[in-house]
């Protein structure tokens, strides 16, 4: 005799950010799963969809979203459109057809203020920039 369906457990996936990829590309979860992105790359990156996104993301920060309803959720990094993925959350354990409407819980891990982001990267640009200046500068 099989053996009762208990409670559905929810279940955190991980992605990697890793040389302006998304690791593994695509996700597949259960209603109420949570996905956390993990920045391990040199560059700034995040991953916003139809209506969800977390915020920027620099080395070694990760954000965390649920995803409530079953659907298909495209998304990308605002920094580098080239960078695409999927999360699939299936219903009742089968995939569910394309969907991009259904909007996502964001987990409590609010990120930098949306106004800070464009901060945070201007920051890192004149970081960056005089780094290079100074590694270019002959030795005395």
């Known amino acids: 005799m099989p053996a009762a369906a208990g409670p559905s457990i929810a279940v955190d996936k991980w992605v990697t950010m890793y040389d302006s990829k998304y690791l593994p590309g ?64 299936r219903a009742g354990g089968v995939a569910a057809p394309p969907s991009d409407t259904a909007p996502a819980v964001p987990a409590s891990s609010p990120g930098p203020a949306p106004a800070a982001v464009p901060a945070i990267v201007v920051t890192a640009a004149v970081v960056f920039y005089i780094a290079i200046r100074r590694t270019a500068r002959p030795r005395r």
Do not use: Q
């Not at 969800?52 to 979203?65: E, F, N, Q, Y």
């Open 26 to 89: 695509v996700v597949t979860i259960e209603p109420g799963d949570t996905v956390t992105w993990v920045n391990d790359d040199d560059l700034p990156h995040d991953a916003a969809g139809n209506g969800w996104s977390t915020p920027l993301l620099t080395k070694g920060d990760s954000a965390s979203v649920t995803f409530a309803r079953a659907g298909t959720y495209r998304h990308s990094c605002t920094i580098h459109p080239e960078m695409r993925s999927a999360v699939i959350v």
